[in-house]
């Protein structure tokens, strides 16, 4: 399967503990984007890279928030000190160039359950 | 304050006859609309795009259809089948930095009765 897949795919954790999520983008897209969806809402755009660089990260929900694509290939978002309010859907996709339109694939996401 | 608003929570529609879910926008900067169709447990996939010069897009059995005086748009899907159930959620992109991320509405879902 040549999809974008996450890893782990379902993380518990307690309050106040760091947490990293991975995704590996499709191997020949440049572009990658982390979203977070909490419950009843549309995903939410969290930051993105084109290659190893990260071209927006404003918004990133909180300093605790921080992601890396070191070779421009698989990516991780880091929580530090999670909190309750961390609990959602962290969905990572990717994209082929940087026009407008191109198609954004996602993978299935890693659930945080923060206790 | 939500930019891309889908205020139908739910839509139920018999197998066979026309599907329509609306969407709406606030920011006139948008460029690109992109319809994502997402199942239980797995993330969110393409349908069908449209770009703000166009106002009407077709793909087999989806249609989106953009106004963009009424900074609405419209997913045409005719027939409807079983498998069109799922939640649909529109997205909007802004092109002034080049492909930026999406913008997502709260979603629709959509139930096909037999």
């Known amino acids: 399967d040549t999809g974008v897949s996450q890893d782990p795919r379902h993380k518990i954790t307690k309050r106040g503990q760091n947490v990293t999520f991975r995704c590996d983008p499709i191997s020949e897209h440049n572009r990658l984007y982390w979203y977070r969806q909490t419950l009843g809402q549309g995903p939410e755009f969290l930051t993105y890279f084109q290659n190893e660089a990260q071209l927006e990260k404003s918004r990133l929900l909180s300093d605790r928030f921080s992601a890396e694509r070191p070779k421009g290939s698989f990516s991780t978002l880091e929580i530090q000190r999670t909190e309750q309010g961390d609990s959602a859907m962290y969905l990572c996709a990717s994209s082929r160039g940087q026009d407008l339109g191109v198609e954004q694939y996602f993978g299935p996401g890693t659930r945080l359950t923060v206790t | 304050d939500q930019q891309v608003k889908q205020n139908s929570p739910s839509l139920s529609v018999q197998e066979g006859r026309i599907s329509i879910l609306n969407c709406d926008y606030t920011?006139?900067?948008?460029?690109?609309f992109l319809w994502y169709k997402k199942y239980p447990a797995e993330g969110p996939t393409f349908l069908i795009s449209?770009?703000?010069i166009k106002d009407k897009n077709e793909d087999g059995r989806f249609t989106v259809f953009l106004n963009k005086s009424a900074k609405h748009l419209s997913l045409h899907i005719v027939p409807s089948q079983p498998g069109d159930s799922a939640v649909y959620f529109c997205?909007?992109?802004w092109g002034g930095g080049g492909a930026d991320g999406l913008t997502f509405g709260k979603g629709t879902h959509l139930i096909i009765q037999p």
């Open positions: 449209i770009s703000s």
């Open positions: 920011n006139s900067m948008f460029d690109y």
């Open positions: 997205a909007a992109q």
